[in-house]
């Protein structure tokens, strides 16, 4: 399918969040086949981190997807050209590929690569006899930070740096160690160095907010760090003339929250400053414009990701919004995105009812190159989004609220209510595609999700409510949103599906 091209507009504003409640039990009724269903989870794709080649023609992203097999999330390395929307796979083996950056001369490209390191053991069993039937062996954990969410247990190692020729060749290793590096990464315009972040202090893992910005040789790997603060360093991106390094970080006042700050400093790891105080929005990404006169960023507003321009002396210019990430189970807000030479802006953006794509704008035309999911949600009828007002019983402060209500749901009709809430709790829903959403909605549920106090993109004050005191008032801003759609006659907690 060729590339979609439009008039850009900025997109309406969409916000959304996560739940929890109960319905009375029921026998599920047969699946209709026209709607979304949970085996179309190991189907879906969708594009992130896109990374436009220095020429600007052709984009490397790393496409998200879901092996059946192992249950289990994978990122894959592709390209496509700008011109004709033509993709073709970069690095597709087993393993699971993030944070691809093109070299100054577009000629490698660097990414971040997991590397497992052996289990560890404690003693040795005995020999087990042929056809024996033994229970599982001993699994031996030492690390801190040992499972996650959607991952479930980690398996042991390490996220390190490697480099990769863009047309051929094996991946190299640049880093090593009991450390983990993790991106987005830059590298320096002479093509000496990049430029990561991550923590190589002793007893790391006991410190996740702390992180410092570190410089890696790509001759022999040597690692110089360049930040040294209480508080995290992050995203490093070298300015066109590689004389300047902006990078995103906070202070540690040791509140519930900090906004992430725009900042700037010499090559060297001098003369820090931020460009972003009057900004009360966390800046996501960070990425030079071609004269060196700006930085676009991206933060999110309101639960809606947007990329501005933010000159040197700290205005901000608006270029696009409507960003969305690859968090498919929730509608987290989120999306990246990248910018060529000549000023074309590369970003992932998608619907409720869309995963992400990857998008170009140049000027005032925006272009989808992908449509990573178009024959499979075609034969899909999904669910849709509406807003509802909500004032928050404890203080009427207005609060984000969205209701999904069942595919061709009969005007009038009530549904059972399930409300749902984000995790975080520092994080907030936006206009994004959710599985969990969309799978709940297609059985016959009425869904409610907020963004409550101490939800982010609303400003440290707001986020800061909860401040040594959660869960508290968020729970009347729920409970409001749930006064609001019982209200509004669209759902009936006491009715089965």
Not at 122 to 141: Q, V
Request: net charge negative; proline share 8%; aromatic share 8%.
């Amino acid at each position: 399918m060729g590339r979609i091209c439009v008039k850009r507009r900025i997109a309406t504003v969409i916000v959304t969040t996560w739940l929890a409640c109960t319905a009375s039990a029921a026998v599920p009724p047969e699946p209709d086949s026209s709607l979304f269903q949970g085996a179309d989870i190991f189907r879906i794709e969708c594009a992130t981190d896109p990374w436009i080649r220095p020429g600007g023609r052709l984009i490397v992203y790393a496409r998200k997807r879901f092996d059946i097999a192992t249950d289990r999330a994978r990122f894959l390395l592709w390209l496509v050209d700008v011109d004709s929307g033509t993709q073709t796979p970069l690095v597709t083996g087993p393993a699971s590929y993030s944070s691809p950056r093109w070299s100054p001369d577009g000629r490698a490209i660097a990414f971040v690569l997991f590397t497992p390191i052996p289990k560890p053991t404690l003693g040795a069993a005995p020999t087990k006899p042929d056809g024996a039937n033994w229970a599982e062996p001993l699994e031996l954990i030492t690390s801190i930070n040992y499972r996650e969410d959607g991952e479930g247990y980690l398996r042991p190692g390490n996220a390190h740096l490697f480099v990769v020729a863009s047309d051929e060749g094996a991946p190299r290793q640049l880093t090593a160690g009991p450390y983990d590096e993790h991106g987005p990464i830059s590298w320096t315009p002479d093509g000496r160095y990049v430029l990561v972040s991550g923590n190589r202090r002793k007893g790391w893992q006991l410190d996740p907010i702390n992180s410092e910005v570190f410089q890696v040789s790509v001759t022999d790997g040597a690692v110089t760090a360049l930040t040294n603060r209480v508080g995290p360093d992050d995203a490093p991106a070298v300015s066109p003339d590689g004389r300047t390094i902006a990078y995103l970080g906070s202070d540690d006042h040791l509140r519930s929250y900090e906004n992430v700050r725009l900042y700037l400093m010499d090559r060297d790891g001098r003369n820090p400053r931020s460009l972003t105080d009057h900004l009360d929005r966390s800046i996501d990404q960070a990425r030079w414009a071609a004269d060196g006169r700006g930085i676009y960023v991206s933060y999110v507003d309101h639960g809606v990701t947007k990329v501005a321009l933010v000159r040197l002396d700290g205005n901000i210019e608006p270029v696009a919004e409507g960003l969305s990430g690859s968090d498919l189970d929730r509608p987290y807000s989120g999306g990246e995105f990248s910018v060529s030479a000549n000023g074309t802006v590369a970003y992932t953006s998608g619907k409720p009812e869309r995963p992400s794509d990857i998008w170009v704008v140049f000027g005032d035309h925006a272009c989808q190159l992908t449509h990573l999911n178009a024959d499979l949600l075609r034969a899909r009828t999904l669910a849709q989004i509406q807003t509802l007002p909500v004032k928050s019983s404890f203080d009427q402060r207005a609060i984000d609220a969205k209701i999904v209500r069942p595919p061709r749901a009969e005007a009038g009709k009530q549904y059972p209510p399930i409300l749902e809430i984000h995790g975080g709790p520092f994080d907030s829903y936006g206009p994004t595609f959710s599985t969990d959403d969309q799978l709940y909605a297609a059985a016959g549920y009425a869904l409610l999700y907020a963004n409550p106090r101490g939800s982010t993109s609303y400003g440290e004050e707001f986020a800061n409510q909860i401040n040594h005191d959660y869960p508290s008032h968020d729970y009347d801003d729920l409970m409001s949103a749930v006064d609001a759609v019982l209200t509004s006659g669209s759902a009936n907690p006491n009715q089965n599906r």
